[in-house]
């Protein structure tokens, strides 16, 4: 048992080294410190001041720690930062590659994302939009949550230049989502309508160009006179196009005349100029364009004059210019310029494409090597892997025995213990049953001598009534010898009542046991009832409360009864005395309720 949980434990250790994250070699704060290092050497404010074969020699000096793909990143990443501050992209780009063909297995999911967008900006410079777009999309999958933001703008710019206007207007959404500062949500409001403004729709470009504005209005000390300008530039572009030439360029006007118009940007004077030549040509007015041409050609660096596309709008501007002007010598010596400019862009443009398609296939190529040297990887491991597993089956099954053999003897235990549980359990019971037994016959005998108690003071109780009446009918014959004593004389009359008085008696024992028995034909259970509420009574009080239940008057009770009334009432007196009848109640109205 204990070797399966401890091989059980192995394979998930094993199971999470492999599910672990790879880990960077080399991080950002290590290569800041690095270029720090560069720049204190030779005292620089950018590693593009200095001369490529000094940084190869000092890179071997600061990055060396004995880990050769700890210094080939850093190496690359450093180079990257170098090509990079020399804006030279095709070298720029070629580092990146590389690191992530070659060294994507020691990056981090965050790094090869970061790296993945890079390569996609780098292509986006050289104008291979497809495959910036492809790149932008790997890269959605593995950067951090901080970057998706400028993630999101690299996807509109791009779907711009492919002129898939909806998808670029969807990404400039997500953008505006995402900024939380001023300068970023008001570029991204601004390049939402640009692109309205190139899908025709000109009402929207409208509705964001002003939403734009009334941001601007709302915090201009945040946000600098460069992004004033551009924005008041594309709405005069939008009046221009939807007919108001007028209005648009006197807010070109306007800008050129504003006060801030002179610190803004080189690159954005341009623009403006370049837009004012477009407004008065469209107007026919030669002299102003070519006011506003002049300053367009005087804002063109040295770079520029030599071959650009500011250079060839320059000369198709001058075109134009010339042509309105009725110079038909200069137009045509402009377009053959034109055409001669746009012949050497072209040309670069080719070679740019094909450096980009070397280093493309470069990146492949790796790849495919890359997938060669895991294929052979891939054949170890699964040589390695057929020893483990045999090895493991057998550990299993030397493992599943000595679990059978433990689980069986655990069961017969279990076995054991349950019948002798049982056995303890019966026994209980059998206990717990003669206990309760016990108790039983000992209720048993205890209500028996209780109902036995009951039984001995029920004689008890029908002696005493017995005396009780014998002492009332002694008592009833001493009074009328009394009576007879006291009125002397002839008493054999007396005696002759007397008599027939004990002979009635003897009559009226034999009516009153009949009157007993046949009582609860006239009331039922009215005997059993005056027996049980007042078991104290006599005999002949229960007689006499019968008789009263029949409706017998005193009268007819004493007759009967063979006694004067006076001791009817007296009875009846005694009788409400002994059942605790309130005096205002009549005997008969109590025993009636009964």
């Known amino acids: 048992m204990s070797k399966i949980i401890s091989s059980f434990i192995f394979i998930l250790i094993t199971c999470g080294a492999f599910g672990q994250q790879n880990k960077s070699v080399y991080n950002d704060q290590e290569q800041s410190q690095h270029k720090k290092s560069i720049k204190n050497i030779y005292h620089l404010k950018n590693l593009g001041e200095l001369s490529l074969p000094k940084l190869n020699s000092v890179l071997n000096e600061l990055v060396y720690n004995g880990d050769e793909i700890h210094d080939s990143i850093a190496k690359l990443r450093i180079y990257r930062s170098y090509y990079w501050s020399k804006k030279d992209l095709i070298n720029g780009l070629k ?154 360029r006197q807010r070109l006007l306007d800008i050129v005349n504003s006060n801030y118009f002179e610190s803004i940007a080189k690159f954005q004077k341009q623009e403006i100029f370049m837009k004012c030549a477009r407004a008065f040509l469209m107007s026919n007015d030669c002299l102003k364009t070519k006011k506003y041409l002049d300053h367009y050609g005087n804002t063109l660096t040295k770079k520029q004059k030599r071959s650009s596309k500011e250079r060839l709008l320059y000369l198709e501007l001058k075109t134009s210019c010339h042509n309105i002007c009725g110079e038909n010598k200069l137009s045509k010596l402009a377009f053959e310029s034109y055409l001669s400019q746009l012949q050497k862009i072209n040309k670069r443009e080719l070679k740019l494409s094909n450096s980009a398609g070397t280093i493309t296939s470069l990146l492949y190529e790796n790849q495919i090597n890359l997938a060669g040297s895991h294929l052979k990887l891939e054949k170890q491991s699964k040589k390695d892997l057929k020893i483990s597993h045999s090895r493991l089956i057998m550990l299993f099954t030397l493992s599943s025995i000595l679990f059978l053999v433990f689980s069986g003897l655990l069961l017969i235990w279990f076995i054991q213990k349950r019948k002798v549980q049982r056995r303890n359990d019966a026994l209980l019971k059998l206990e717990a049953d003669l206990l309760n037994e016990k108790k039983m016959s000992h209720v048993l005998e205890k209500q028996m001598q209780e109902k036995d108690l009951e039984n001995r003071k029920l004689e008890m109780t029908q002696i005493l009534n017995e005396i009780r009446d014998n002492s009332s009918l002694s008592e009833e014959v001493t009074n009328r010898l009394q009576q007879m004593k006291k009125k002397g004389g002839d008493v054999q009359s007396d005696i002759a009542q007397l008599l027939e008085f004990i002979k009635t008696i003897n009559r009226n024992e034999e009516f009153n046991k009949l009157i007993e028995e046949k009582s609860d034909l006239l009331h039922s259970g009215f005997r059993d009832k005056i027996g049980l509420t007042f078991s104290n009574l006599s005999k002949s009080e229960t007689q006499l409360l019968i008789l009263i239940r029949l409706g017998l008057r005193t009268k007819e009770i004493a007759q009967f009864k063979n006694v004067e009334t006076t001791s009817v009432r007296t009875l009846k007196h005694r009788l409400k005395t002994k059942m605790n009848i309130p005096k205002e109640v009549e005997l008969f109205d109590f025993i009636k309720k009964l």
Do not use: C, W
Request: glycine share 4%; net charge positive.
């Open 95 to 248: 580092s990146r590659v590389k690191l992530l063909a070659q060294y994507s297995d020691n990056l981090t999911k965050e790094e090869i994302g970061s790296a993945q967008m890079k390569v996609g900006q780098s292509y986006y410079e050289l104008k291979d939009y497809q495959l910036a777009l492809s790149f932008y999309k790997k890269a959605k999958l593995n950067i951090i949550p901080s970057d998706n933001e400028e993630l999101s703008l690299s996807f509109g710019l791009v779907y711009l230049k492919l002129e898939k206007f909806k998808h670029s207007i969807a990404a400039f959404n997500e953008v505006k989502k995402l900024s939380n500062k001023p300068k970023k949500l008001l570029s991204a409001i601004n390049s939402l309508g640009f692109v309205k403004f190139l899908n025709n729709d000109y009402k929207g470009a409208e509705e964001s160009y002003y939403e734009a504005l009334n941001m601007f209005s709302t915090n201009s000390t945040k946000i600098d006179s460069l992004h004033f300008a551009i924005l008041q530039s594309n709405i005069a572009s939008l009046e221009i196009k939807t007919g108001n030439l007028k209005k648009g």
